[in-house]
């Protein structure tokens, strides 16, 4: 099993930046696959980025060249840097793991854009 820990959540002004972490109990090496998704209020959850064990990244269109994830394999932690926040980037964002065929959440975390 593996437990997610996400934070750098907040509150930042259009056009601000934030990173978000998620610390993983496992080694993510060894994980297939990590990443992050969203949920705003009324919408279902969506994919916002994710990196495979060979660190090969995808993004949702919305997010493309504003958003880059990375790892720290050492610390075992997983990055999403968020530039260019938009009014529209306001949700919940919840670190996800696939491992050995199953899928791992973490609690998640706000991140709310506001002027």
């Known amino acids: 099993q593996v437990q997610l820990v996400e934070s750098g959540g907040g509150l930042v002004q259009p056009g601000g930046s934030l990173r978000l972490s998620c610390a993983a109990s496992e080694r993510i090496f060894s994980i297939y696959q990590m990443g992050w998704y969203r949920q705003a209020p009324g919408k279902q959850r969506e994919l916002v980025a994710t990196?495979?064990?060979?660190?090969?990244?995808a993004f949702a269109a919305s997010v493309k060249g504003r958003f880059t994830i990375s790892r720290d394999n050492g610390l075992n932690t997983v990055y999403l840097q968020m530039n260019s926040l938009k009014l529209e980037d306001t949700a919940v964002y919840y670190c996800?793991?696939?491992?050995?065929?199953?899928?791992?959440w973490g609690q998640g975390t706000q991140v709310t854009v506001s002027s």
């Open positions: 990196m495979t064990s060979s660190g090969s990244p």
């Open positions: 996800n793991a696939v491992f050995r065929g199953f899928t791992y």
